[in-house]
């Protein structure tokens, strides 16, 4: 990766909705080479995209839970079970796993009698041989943009 690229991922990752014009400031170059490098980003799939974070609890979610999902080894189920569990709005993250389970789904909810209500009906997906449901107290560290950081500097070190 070039070093103009790694100094423009940094400067978005710090801040995503500042102006084009000051990230070329702060990088060094024009705001015509910032904005044709962004969007080679973009195209190139290295940018996904940019977004901004909410707080859930400003909404109302005041509920955030991991539901750990055991499913008998059936394809079909499994993607019928894919299909429903992505259906519900309050299914923010949900990934396949290798080992003892075979997903973890993130759901953020108003309630803990909502988030009972959306566990009880995935528990009774057909294949689905167990959920282990972990709701989340506090968090000590939420910092999705660090490890990305960290490998541009240990790039630069290199």
């Given at each position: 990766?070039?070093?103009?690229?790694?100094?423009?991922?940094?400067?978005?990752?710090?801040?995503?909705?500042?102006?084009?014009?000051?990230?070329?400031?702060?990088v060094g170059a024009s705001?015509?080479?910032?904005?044709?490098?962004?969007?080679?980003?973009r195209e190139s799939g290295?940018?996904?995209?940019?977004?901004?974070?909410?707080?859930?609890?400003?909404?109302?979610?005041?509920?955030?839970?991991?539901?750990?999902?055991?499913?008998?080894?059936?394809?079909?189920?499994?993607?019928?079970?894919?299909?429903?569990?992505?259906?519900?709005?309050?299914?923010?993250?949900?990934?396949?796993?290798?080992?003892?389970?075979?997903?973890?789904?993130?759901?953020l909810t108003e309630s803990?009698?909502?988030?009972?209500?959306?566990?009880?009906?995935?528990?009774?997906?057909?294949?689905?041989?167990?959920?282990?449901?972990?709701?989340?107290?506090?968090?000590?560290?939420?910092?999705?943009?660090?490890?990305?950081?960290?490998?541009?500097?240990?790039?630069?070190?290199?």
């Open positions: 990766m070039k070093e103009l690229d790694k100094k423009i991922i940094e400067q978005l990752i710090k801040d995503a909705k500042q102006p084009i014009v000051d990230i070329a400031d702060q705001r015509q080479t910032v904005s044709k490098k962004i969007k080679k980003l290295l940018i996904e995209s940019q977004i901004i974070r909410l707080n859930p609890e400003k909404f109302g979610l005041n509920t955030r839970a991991y539901v750990f999902l055991r499913e008998l080894p059936q394809d079909e189920a499994r993607e019928k079970n894919e299909e429903f569990i992505s259906d519900f709005p309050q299914v923010y993250n949900f990934r396949r796993l290798f080992g003892r389970y075979s997903a973890i789904i993130e759901v803990r009698e909502e988030l009972t209500s959306i566990v009880k009906e995935i528990h009774s997906l057909e294949g689905v041989r167990e959920t282990e449901t972990f709701i989340v107290h506090s968090t000590i560290k939420d910092k999705p943009k660090e490890p990305f950081l960290n490998i541009l500097k240990s790039e630069d070190k290199s």
